[in-house]
Protein backbone atom coordinates (compact mmCIF):
# COMPACT_ATOMS: atom_id res chain seq x y z
CA UNK A 1 0.00 0.00 0.00
CA UNK A 2 0.85 3.55 -0.88
CA UNK A 3 0.14 6.57 0.95
CA UNK A 4 0.65 10.40 -0.48
CA UNK A 5 -0.03 13.26 1.84
CA UNK A 6 -0.20 16.71 0.51
CA UNK A 7 0.30 19.51 2.58
CA UNK A 8 1.02 23.57 1.81
CA UNK A 9 -1.87 24.62 0.19
CA UNK A 10 -3.95 27.92 1.14
CA UNK A 11 -4.84 31.44 0.08
CA UNK A 12 -2.24 33.88 -1.52
CA UNK A 13 -2.57 36.73 -3.05
CA UNK A 14 -1.50 36.91 -7.21
CA UNK A 15 2.36 37.27 -7.37
CA UNK A 16 2.55 35.05 -4.39
CA UNK A 17 4.42 31.93 -3.46
CA UNK A 18 3.43 28.40 -1.89
CA UNK A 19 5.29 25.31 -2.07
CA UNK A 20 3.10 22.40 -1.79
CA UNK A 21 4.83 19.03 -0.24
CA UNK A 22 4.29 15.33 -1.06
CA UNK A 23 5.39 13.36 1.85
CA UNK A 24 5.44 9.41 0.50
CA UNK A 25 4.82 6.04 2.80
CA UNK A 26 7.69 4.65 0.93
CA UNK A 27 10.90 5.31 -0.57
CA UNK A 28 10.32 7.83 -3.62
CA UNK A 29 13.43 5.74 -5.37
CA UNK A 30 10.47 3.01 -5.49
CA UNK A 31 8.30 5.05 -7.89
CA UNK A 32 9.23 5.21 -11.36
CA UNK A 33 7.61 9.11 -11.85
CA UNK A 34 5.75 11.21 -9.71
CA UNK A 35 4.19 14.28 -10.52
CA UNK A 36 1.41 16.86 -9.42
CA UNK A 37 -2.05 17.38 -11.29
CA UNK A 38 -4.66 20.01 -10.52
CA UNK A 39 -8.14 19.80 -11.21
CA UNK A 40 -11.13 22.84 -10.87
CA UNK A 41 -14.70 22.42 -10.85
CA UNK A 42 -15.87 20.72 -14.11
CA UNK A 43 -12.92 20.21 -16.08
CA UNK A 44 -10.55 17.31 -16.17
CA UNK A 45 -7.43 16.76 -13.98
CA UNK A 46 -4.75 18.42 -15.52
CA UNK A 47 -0.79 17.68 -15.88
CA UNK A 48 1.39 20.22 -14.09
CA UNK A 49 4.34 18.81 -13.75
CA UNK A 50 6.60 15.77 -13.39
CA UNK A 51 9.62 14.66 -12.30
CA UNK A 52 11.47 10.94 -13.24
CA UNK A 53 12.57 9.27 -10.23
CA UNK A 54 15.97 7.96 -11.81
CA UNK A 55 16.99 10.38 -14.19
CA UNK A 56 15.45 13.59 -12.10
CA UNK A 57 13.65 14.32 -15.64
CA UNK A 58 11.06 17.33 -15.29
CA UNK A 59 8.55 18.33 -17.39
CA UNK A 60 5.61 20.90 -17.09
CA UNK A 61 2.15 22.44 -18.47
CA UNK A 62 3.63 25.12 -20.55
CA UNK A 63 1.00 27.40 -18.69
CA UNK A 64 3.52 26.81 -15.48
CA UNK A 65 6.67 26.95 -17.40
CA UNK A 66 9.19 28.91 -15.44
CA UNK A 67 6.73 29.77 -12.77
CA UNK A 68 6.62 25.84 -11.21
CA UNK A 69 9.84 23.98 -10.00
CA UNK A 70 9.49 20.44 -9.24
CA UNK A 71 11.91 18.38 -6.72
CA UNK A 72 12.28 15.29 -4.50
CA UNK A 73 14.15 14.84 -1.67
CA UNK A 74 15.30 10.76 -1.25
CA UNK A 75 15.78 11.53 2.64
CA UNK A 76 12.37 13.05 3.45
CA UNK A 77 10.46 10.73 0.74
CA UNK A 78 9.05 13.92 -0.39
CA UNK A 79 8.44 15.42 -3.71
CA UNK A 80 7.63 19.23 -3.89
CA UNK A 81 6.33 21.95 -5.65
CA UNK A 82 7.74 25.05 -6.04
CA UNK A 83 4.74 28.17 -6.96
CA UNK A 84 5.98 31.57 -7.77
CA UNK A 85 4.32 34.12 -9.48
CA UNK A 86 1.01 32.82 -8.97
CA UNK A 87 -1.98 33.81 -10.64
CA UNK A 88 -5.43 33.64 -9.91
CA UNK A 89 -5.99 30.94 -13.07
CA UNK A 90 -3.90 29.01 -10.65
CA UNK A 91 -6.20 28.99 -8.15
CA UNK A 92 -7.44 24.55 -8.21
CA UNK A 93 -6.83 21.41 -5.80
CA UNK A 94 -3.16 20.30 -6.21
CA UNK A 95 -2.73 16.41 -6.22
CA UNK A 96 0.49 14.62 -6.00
CA UNK A 97 0.85 11.39 -7.66
CA UNK A 98 3.32 8.42 -8.02
CA UNK A 99 3.70 5.49 -10.28
CA UNK A 100 4.66 2.33 -8.07
CA UNK A 101 7.20 0.30 -9.31
CA UNK A 102 6.23 -3.11 -8.17
CA UNK A 103 2.59 -3.05 -9.16
CA UNK A 104 2.97 -0.29 -11.90
CA UNK A 105 0.18 0.98 -10.49
CA UNK A 106 -0.52 4.59 -9.97
CA UNK A 107 -1.28 6.77 -6.40
CA UNK A 108 -2.77 9.85 -5.48
CA UNK A 109 -2.73 11.97 -2.45
CA UNK A 110 -6.40 13.93 -1.19
CA UNK A 111 -5.69 16.80 -2.63
CA UNK A 112 -4.88 20.23 -1.35
CA UNK A 113 -6.44 23.19 -1.97
CA UNK A 114 -4.49 26.21 -3.85
CA UNK A 115 -6.48 30.15 -3.92
CA UNK A 116 -5.01 32.74 -5.62
CA UNK A 117 -6.79 35.46 -5.12
CA UNK A 118 -6.56 39.22 -3.60
Known amino acids: QVQLVESGGGLVQPGGSLRLSCAASRSISSFANMGWFRQTPGKERELVAG????????NYADSVKGRFTISRDAAKNTAYLQMNSLKPEDTAVYYCTALYRVTNRRYWGQGTQVTVSS
Open 51 to 58: ITSGTGNT
